[in-house]
């Protein structure tokens, strides 16, 4: 879905608000598949001097496993944007700054398309791990979990695959 910026552009410098809802597909992050609820946007916009003002915030909420106990966990997602779009035959004209043309944002015509920005501010706030609360202890809280935490090597069995190297671990031999 696009934004409707076509009274902005009949009326340059007057700022207008804007709500807008957008749906992003669930994305694959390092394995990791990440849901997402309606992403909302809100604030306003203008044309200055040829140039597109979108000013707002957007929120959502994302869905993923904790990356302790596996659980659901839920993450607000709560960013302030501003960004400036350029009409395409401008981004050729200037040039005059250190700004790579491809990295500049653009907009033609009535419609603009924030799908790609809605994306980006998303993804670019998402935590590392995803923690179903911030005093999760784990897998250990699970019944019949017990994790050693200080194993000893001589405690491997004899038939562990690398059995034969914790002769190298022992500190007594030489080596």
């Given amino acids: 879905m696009a934004l409707d910026i076509s009274r902005a552009l009949r009326s340059p410098g007057q700022r207008f608000p804007f709500q807008h809802e957008e749906y992003i597909a669930p994305q694959d992050i390092l394995g990791e598949t990440v849901t997402f609820d309606p992403v909302l946007m809100d604030g306003h916009f203008a044309i200055e001097e040829g140039r597109l003002h979108l000013e707002g915030r957007l929120t959502t909420a994302a869905h ?12 607000a997602v709560d960013v302030s944007f501003y960004e400036i779009f350029t009409r395409p ?63 000893d090597q001589e405690d491997l069995p004899e038939q562990h695959p690398f059995s034969a190297l914790q002769q190298l671990l022992n500190k007594d031999q030489e080596v």
Avoid at 64 to 75: D, G, I, N, S, V
Avoid at 126 to 147: A, H, S, W, Y
């Fill in 64 to 75: 993923a496993a904790c990356a302790k106990c596996l659980e659901p966990a839920r993450y």
């Fill in 89 to 151: 035959q401008d981004l050729v004209e200037e040039g005059g700054d250190d700004v790579d043309p491809l990295d500049r944002l653009a907009y033609d015509g009535p419609q603009l398309a924030v799908d790609q920005l809605a994306l980006t501010l998303t993804l670019l706030d998402l935590p590392m791990r995803f923690l179903c609360k911030e005093t999760c202890q784990g897998l250990d809280n699970i019944v019949g979990f017990q994790r050693e935490t200080h194993a």
